[in-house]
Each structure stands twice: as structure tokens, then as C-alpha cells.
């Protein structure tokens, strides 16, 4: 079974994997889509701290992750499930329903969020120590 999940990734943290533990857990191949540089600067408006590539490196270096692959855009996702022949796609509760639009080609699985935990949170505690 292949699970596919996406994410950004920005400075790797505890709930990043976790998720991506949990992710693994549900099948046999874990696939990671790792948002770029430009995606990301497109949904929040700054620059990711670590580029595409670091982040890439970072996540593959990750036990249980199989494969990862750039997500260079948000409505490439259903021929990104194809492409890798998703069988579960996984994401954090904080998409919930986001993406029930792909059931009819893999199984939408919302995971919980591990709370208090973000990279605005690191930024936020870096900037202030
Ligand atoms: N996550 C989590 N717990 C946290 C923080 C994040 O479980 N405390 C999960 C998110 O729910 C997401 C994954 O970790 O499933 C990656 O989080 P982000 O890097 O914030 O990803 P995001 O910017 O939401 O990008 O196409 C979708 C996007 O690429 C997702």
C-alpha cells in the first residue's frame, strides 16, 4: 500500500514526525510531496527559512520515508496521486475535508495535529531568546 502526503516542512519538528510516523503506519510505501520554494512563497507570502531542496534532503533523510517528490502546485494534487499510485493520502486535521474530493482514487485520511507545536511557534521562540 502506498501513502502519499504533502507538506512544506519548514524547519522539521516533532509534529512533522510524528505525522509522517503515523502516515507510515497506515501502509507499506511512505511518499512525500514537499511544497517549493515558489508554492510556498504563493500561500504565505514569505519565503520558506530552508529552500526546496534542504527540505527535501531533510525529509528523505527521515526513516520510513521511501520517496519524495517537489509539489510545485496545490491543484497538481490529483495527478500527483496518480503518478505515485496513492492508495492512502494523508494529511493533518488542520486540511480536514480539504480534500474528500480525491476519494474516488485513494482513501482521505485526516490525521490530529500534534498540539502546540508549528515552525511559527520555533520562529516565535528563536526570535525571542
Ligand atoms: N503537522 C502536524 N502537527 C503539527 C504541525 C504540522 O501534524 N504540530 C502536520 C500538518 O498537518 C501537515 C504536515 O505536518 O499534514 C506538514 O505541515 P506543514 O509543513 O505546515 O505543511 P503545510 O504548509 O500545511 O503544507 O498541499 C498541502 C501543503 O503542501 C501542506
Redesign the pocket.
Known amino acids: 500500500m502506498n501513502v502519499v502526503?504533502?507538506?512544506?516542512?519548514?524547519i522539521p519538528h516533532v509534529?512533522?514526525i510524528?505525522?509522517l510516523n503515523r502516515a507510515k503506519a497506515l501502509g507499506d510505501r511512505l511518499i512525500v510531496?514537499v511544497?517549493s520554494d515558489e508554492l510556498n512563497f504563493a500561500k504565505k507570502g514569505r519565503s520558506p527559512i530552508y529552500t526546496q531542496e534542504e527540505r527535501m534532503f531533510m525529509i528523505n533523510s527521515i526513516k520510513g520515508v521511501n520517496e519524495v517528490f517537489l509539489?510545485e502546485s496545490?491543484e497538481l494534487?490529483r495527478e500527483y496521486l496518480i503518478k505515485h499510485q496513492a492508495d492512502i493520502l494523508v494529511?493533518?486535521d488542520?486540511?480536514k475535508g480539504k480534500f474528500d474530493e480525491f476519494s474516488d482514487i485513494c482513501q482521505v485520511v485526516y490525521?490530529p495535529?500534534?498540539p502546540s507545536?508549528?515552525?511559527t511557534s520555533v520562529i516565535e521562540i528563536v526570535k525571542t531568546n
Request: hydrophobic letters at 30%; glycine letters at 16%; a neutral charge.
Open positions: 502526503t504533502f507538506g512544506t516542512f519548514d509534529g512533522h510524528k505525522i510531496g511544497s509539489e496545490l494534487k494529511m493533518g488542520d486540511w490525521l495535529r500534534t507545536i508549528s515552525t
